[in-house]
T-cell receptor, first 115, second 115 residues
Framework: AQKVTQAQTEISVVEKEDVTLDCVYE???????LFWYKQPPSGELVFLIR??????QNEISGRYSWNFQKSTSSFNFTITASQVVDSAVYFC????????????FGKGITLSVRP | EAGVAQSPRYKIIEKRQSVAFWCNPISGHATLYWYQQILGQGPKLLIQ????????DSQLPKDRFSAERLKGVDSTLKIQPAKLEDSAVYLC?????????????FGPGTRLTVT
């Protein structure tokens, strides 16, 4: 069975600050995928990124960047120069590759960005 | 391409009443998932269908929850009778094929409040 831990529950920052959301995972599978989702107050899950366990390259997309470190089983997410529209709940998730694998989510981090 | 559709978006019922949610997956997607997301937690898989067959319903409270996917397309999730602890967002997701659990597309969700 796999587990995703998001130790931070709530983070509050002032606009333009950088913020890092932590994610630590556990799995016995050698091949798996990691995800980050954003859930704004409207409730839908917005897909942000998917990462294959074989690809440890960090990724940057605009103000968003992700740091995947297999050695520490972490997949952290950084928002640079945060904006009020970044306020949401952010989920980290993991699914092993293969048929019928379950997508396991962390408990989420509530990010509040104040103007 | 249309996304995953769900209805209703919001529902308020009293405990012991019955309720049903509907999901229409992306056209051609063979796999359909129902998740329950209780406030302050990540989504939890309730049931997974492959076409019109159940793949995994190990976390579905079968004494009160039921789900079906007639003809392998639309799906309905029912709760009867509802309890206060069933208040949650119910998310439907679909995937092109069963071995692509890493490629799930989520609908907007149905927010259920049980009073």
């Amino acid at each position: 069975a796999q587990k995703v831990t998001q130790a931070q529950t709530e983070i509050s920052v002032v606009e333009k600050e950088d913020v890092t959301l932590d994610c630590v995972y556990e799995t016995r599978d050698t091949t798996y995928y990691l995800f980050w989702y954003k859930q704004p107050p409207s409730g839908e899950l917005v897909f942000l990124i998917r990462r294959n366990s074989f690809d440890e390259q960090n990724e940057i997309s605009g103000r968003y960047s992700w740091n995947f470190q297999k050695s520490t089983s972490s997949f952290n997410f950084t928002i640079t120069a945060s904006q009020v529209v970044d306020s949401a709940v952010y989920f980290c998730a993991l699914v092993p590759s293969g048929a019928n694998s379950k997508l396991t989510f962390g408990k989420g981090i509530t990010l509040s960005v104040r103007p | 391409e249309a996304g995953v559709a769900q209805s209703p978006r919001y529902k308020i019922i009293e405990k012991r009443q019955s309720v049903a949610f509907w999901c229409n997956p992306i056209s051609g997607h063979a796999t359909l998932y129902w998740y329950q997301q209780i406030l302050g937690q990540g989504p939890k898989l309730l049931i997974q269908f492959q076409n019109n067959g159940v793949v995994d319903d190990s976390q579905l409270p079968k004494d009160r929850f039921s789900a079906e996917r007639l003809k392998g397309v639309d799906s309905t999730l029912k709760i009867q009778p509802a309890k206060l602890e069933d208040s949650a967002v119910y998310l439907c997701a679909s995937s092109p094929v069963v071995y692509k659990s890493y490629e799930q597309y989520f609908g907007p969700g149905t927010r259920l409040t049980v009073t």
